[in-house]
């Protein structure tokens, strides 16, 4: 299957609860890797974006912790936009997809699960290269 049908937007379990609600994931479970790390983006200015690269190995759960953003995902020949906008709702990005974050409303929140450790040499950069790559994957 091609990278870009396995994105799902997966719906986390909430416990609807008058003090407060409650949503939780787990690895191999809600979510379809083992975390090996976790990171957010916050504080960011309106009209920035984020990302703009693709990764080789990283698969990553998306999630809008507070506010929205849009996630742009491009397979090298597609653009498929996903709106995140509540805390209970995450994207499934599996490695090889180009991805960029924007739309950022005030004061959101994103928080991003990744099956590997922060590696640089995972990152692609530039948009032809992963084009390039992509190419040689399907040969
Ligand atoms: P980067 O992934 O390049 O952010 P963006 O793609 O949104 O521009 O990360 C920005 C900086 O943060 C970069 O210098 C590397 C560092 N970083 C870590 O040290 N660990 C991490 O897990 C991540 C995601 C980034």
Same mark, same amino acid.
């Given at each position: ?13 909430? +416990? ?21 790390? @976790? ?14 690269? !693709? +990764?080789?190995?990283?698969?990553? +759960?998306?999630? !809008? ?38 739309? +950022?409303?005030?004061?959101?929140? @994103? ?29």
């Amino acid at each position: 299957m091609k990278n870009i049908n396995k994105v799902e937007i997966i719906e986390l379990p909430k +416990f609807l609860d008058d003090r407060g609600n409650l949503s939780f994931m787990e690895s191999d479970n809600q979510i379809p890797f083992c975390i090996k790390r @976790a990171y957010w983006i916050y504080d960011v200015p309106g009209g920035e974006i984020r990302g703009s690269h !693709a +990764f080789k190995k990283s698969k990553e +759960f998306i999630i !809008a912790l507070s506010g929205s953003f849009d996630v742009v995902l491009n397979d090298g020949n597609k653009e498929t936009r996903f709106n995140l906008n509540r805390s209970y709702f995450g994207l499934y990005v599996p490695n090889m997809l180009w991805r960029r974050l924007e739309n +950022f409303s005030t004061n959101s929140l @994103a928080l991003i699960v990744s099956n590997i450790s922060y590696n640089k040499h995972d990152y692609i950069t530039d948009f032809n290269d992963f084009k390039i790559l992509k190419d040689e994957i399907k040969k």
